[in-house]
């Protein structure tokens, strides 16, 4: 009787004996002459059970690691979470649990769903970033910033909810309110810490050259954030003052075409020029809103709102004086919070200067085209040409002329070339409970001190009080920040801000490789060990952001002597999302599909093979398309209880059987390929590969032949896409005592794999007129194409109509025609 595929059964059984076999161990031996091979993927954030999103991410990177596995690598395939943040705070206010109960009851949760997904981890490796074992190494890393002058405190605003009276995370805004109460934000001034990422501005760009292995968006997406841009500082006067304001542009042969000037709202010195230009009344209110604007709404600010100061700035360049603006749409983050207005060149400065009647003055004409008149013209001119009203620049083309007059600005001592990046430094500090707290001490007498790394970790207090209002809960605890100073011993503050969550992720993947170590975050030969990351794949929400703090902690800890490279992840693969009938899956479209319930019905093995089988690993899986019908079996299920089937009759019929010669080639064809693909990441193409050979076998067993070695074969390449099935027929059916999943990978005879051809007879009207080679197994279709393409039959057919095309594939092609 045909052996049954019950997945139900089967797969249950093996997470245990995997288990019992601690099977995905990494080794740390120095004598395991294996190559390494560290399949890291992005870890997940503990926010329920998994989602689609981890189903369909983990899937591909467990192939990965199972495959470098039967390739001989010693593998390192971890699995942690990312646990501290937001969502346990929102959490724990909701239900009025502690954030860690919350968390740590998701992450069970999850880990439970991993392993009934039959994911290779090595679960001696786990990292938990909420731990207090993994947050002392991170308080470790921050002062490690700290005392090199990387970390650093400034005043910035956050956004604040004045009716929970609770600074909110710009995720926490929706259209300027408040996510929980629905409140107008304002923005609020506060000192927070900051990493110094802009000093590594330079070095983030160039070696972004080093990382060609990863996705051309995802590099593109690297470069644009940087935003690094070559121009020129010049010098400002306000004339009432004297006082100097420099200003960074891009275009300084635009310099004699500037009609304005505008200062960020933000600018610092904004209040104390409008009292002096007597216009405070008029600028305060603008302030005002500007206040009462979210950090989000500000980016996208309307051109033509804005004050006049009453003041005016000289232009170095022809010594005209020009007024000065507070406007919001120039942002304080970039450059120097002021900017010279060109509006016949700046489209932004054109909207304002129409607002406000200021003059419009064409300083670039366009070549062969109709003269620009400030007056009249309707949108700004940002192209090409030669410079007019430009005083010794006249006549010069642009943008040729943009480094005569950078060299001219530098020889006349007003301005000099600079180099602006759009990067900012990154804010690290959170107003918030559930985060690593920041391993500072404020002492009256002594300012910022450390504390000392023997009192780390600072742990956060179980007893916090978690809803909202006021200070942050760390603030409001009765004891929690009251300590001695650790330098003269008095009475002293903690810092009672916690860092970002991006902090704990952007160094897990070092820790990895030396879980539970005390003596650091890591220890240099681990690293030397496993690192660079082999492969990293994760999902292409994290392009920017994630990948790019990630980057600037490896710069640092190099420059530290902590690691020998520079670049954490040379590989990086981004998969698709997993999304419904074209759109994603949320809460408010009520289109979430959970995936676990689907692995209790069809087994883990079809849910993966559904997620890698369903396209490019890289694109989007639209789960309506995949699986319509929640009530019918999915087809790759149908498949494994065919593969089930043939393999078991494959192995009772034995090694005595005759194997048929057309089935081992396709067999070493199939090796072949699958290899190929799995190098590249091609999972959809491997999985139609083993489906063709499934075929395949079941017409040779049909036929009364053996299928053995086909069978093994076939079980081998299944392994990494379907590991329980792929176990069970390895060890129950095919009788071997060891896992599949430590089998060597099958190889390939070259010399079967080359492609067998026929000669390919090509007639007109039955007289042979060419012969031509054509593989074995060539399509109609491409046989036709191939007869057509002949020397003789392009003779023969010249100026005459054919009537019939008779093709038989892979011999005969014979041309009716007319005449
Ligand atoms: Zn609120
Ligand atoms: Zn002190």
């Known amino acids: 009787m045909a052996r049954r595929y019950e997945p139900s059964e089967i797969e249950p059984r093996w997470v245990r004996v995997w288990e019992e076999e601690d099977l995905y161990r990494a080794s740390d031996d120095p004598g395991d002459d294996r190559p390494t091979f560290y399949a890291l993927d992005m870890f997940p954030y503990p926010s329920g059970d998994l989602h689609m999103g981890h189903a369909e991410a983990f899937s591909g990177g467990d192939v ?27 959490a724990a206010i909701k239900r009025g649990t502690p954030p860690a109960e919350w968390t740590y009851a998701n992450i069970e949760q999850q880990a439970a769903s991993f392993r009934r997904m039959g994911m290779s981890f090595d679960w001696a490796r786990l990292v938990r970033t909420c731990d207090p074992e993994y947050y002392r190494w991170t308080q470790w890393l921050f002062l490690r910033l700290f005392e090199r002058g990387l970390a650093y405190r400034k005043s910035a605003p956050v956004n604040w909810c004045p009716k929970d009276q609770t600074v909110l995370a710009n995720e926490q805004v929706i259209a300027g309110k408040c996510e929980r109460c629905g ?165 932004r400065d054109f909207e304002f200067a129409r607002a406000h009647d200021v003059p419009v003055r064409v300083v670039i004409q366009p070549e062969g085209a109709e003269m620009l008149d400030g007056d009249t013209m309707t949108e700004a001119y940002a192209g090409e040409g030669v ?94 920040k009251h300590v001695a100073c650790p330098d003269c011993g008095g009475e002293a503050e903690r810092d009672t801000d916690t860092m970002d969550t991006f902090v704990d992720s952007s160094w897990y993947f070092f820790r990895y490789c030396s879980p539970g170590y005390e003596g650091g975050p890591f220890r240099r030969e681990d690293i030397d060990r496993w690192m660079p990351a082999s492969q990293y794949t994760g999902g292409v929400e994290h392009a920017i952001l994630h990948l790019l703090y990630c980057r600037f902690f490896t710069k640092a800890l190099y420059d530290m002597d902590l690691v020998g490279f520079t670049e954490p992840f040379p590989k990086l693969m981004n998969q698709g999302q997993v999304i419904y009938d074209g759109a994603s899956m949320s809460k408010t479209k009520g289109n979430i599909v959970e995936p676990m319930p689907l692995v209790e019905r069809w087994g883990a093995d079809t849910m993966r093979l559904m997620m890698l089988f369903a396209g490019p690993f890289e694109d989007d899986i639209d789960w309506k398309l995949i699986a319509p019908d929640p009530d019918r079996k999915p087809g790759v299920t149908a498949w494994l209880g065919r593969v089930v089937a043939a393999v078991a009759q494959a192995a009772q019929r034995g090694a005595g059987a005759d194997e048929d010669e057309e089935l081992v080639r396709l067999t070493h064809k199939t090796i072949k390929g699958v290899t190929e693909d799995l190098d590249r990441f091609r999972f959809n193409t491997a999985i139609s590969k083993l489906m063709v050979l499934t075929n395949e076998i079941r017409t040779t067993l049909d036929e009364g032949d053996g299928a053995l070695e086909a069978s093994r074969a076939l079980v081998q390449m299944l392994a990494p896409f379907a590991p329980f099935a792929a176990e069970e027929l390895w060890r129950v059916e095919l009788g071997e005592s060891a896992s599949v999943h430590l089998s060597a990978w099958p190889s390939f005879d070259p010399a079967l794999v080359v492609e067998e051809t026929v000669t390919l007879v090509v007639q007109v009207n039955g007289k042979v007129r060419d012969k031509v080679e054509v593989p074995a197994d060539v399509s109609e279709a491409d046989a036709l194409v191939a007869a057509r393409a002949s020397a003789g039959a392009r003779r023969s057919l010249e100026g005459r109509e054919v009537v019939k095309e008779i093709v038989r594939a892979p011999k005969l092609v014979n041309f009716v025609v007319k005449g």
């Open 64 to 90: 990965i690691a199972r495959y470098q596995w039967m390739r001989g690598h010693n593998v390192l395939h971890p699995i942690g979470w990312d646990a501290f943040g937001l969502n346990a705070e929102n």
């Open 183 to 347: 409140t107008m934000v304002e923005r609020r001034e506060l000192t927070q810490w900051f990493f110094r990422v802009t000093e590594y501005a330079q070095r983030l760009l160039d070696d972004v050259d080093l990382l060609t292995d990863w996705p051309e968006r995802v590099v593109t997406m690297q470069r644009n954030w940087i935003g690094r841009s070559e121009g020129a500082e010049v010098t400002f006067t306000i004339e009432e003052t004297g006082e100097e304001v420099p200003v960074f542009t891009t275009r300084p042969d635009t310099l004699w075409g500037v009609t304005f000037f505008v200062f960020s709202v933000d600018h610092p010195a904004v209040q104390r020029l409008a009292e002096l230009g007597g216009t405070w009344d008029d600028v305060a209110p603008l302030l005002q809103r500007a206040a009462a604007t979210s950090l989000v709404e500000r980016e996208a600010a309307d051109t033509k709102e804005g004050v006049f100061l009453g003041v005016h700035v000289v232009n170095p360049v022809n010594g005209e004086r020009v007024p000065c603006y507070a406007a919001p749409y120039v942002l304080m983050g970039y450059g120097t919070g002021a900017i010279m207005a060109v509006p016949a060149h700046d489209q």
């Open 387 to 480: 410079m007019v009203n430009s005083g010794p620049f006249d006549g010069r083309p642009t943008p040729a002329s943009i480094a005569e007059v950078t060299a001219w600005l530098a020889s006349n001592e007003r301005g000099k070339a600079a180099v602006n990046f759009r990067l900012r430094d990154w804010l690290i500090s959170r107003q918030r409970y559930w985060g690593a707290p920041i391993p500072i001490v404020h002492c009256p007498n002594c300012g910022e001190v450390a504390v000392s790394d023997d009192q780390l970790p600072v742990r956060l207090p179980d007893d916090a009080d978690f809803q909202p209002g006021g200070e942050s809960p760390l603030a409001r605890h009765p004891t929690w």
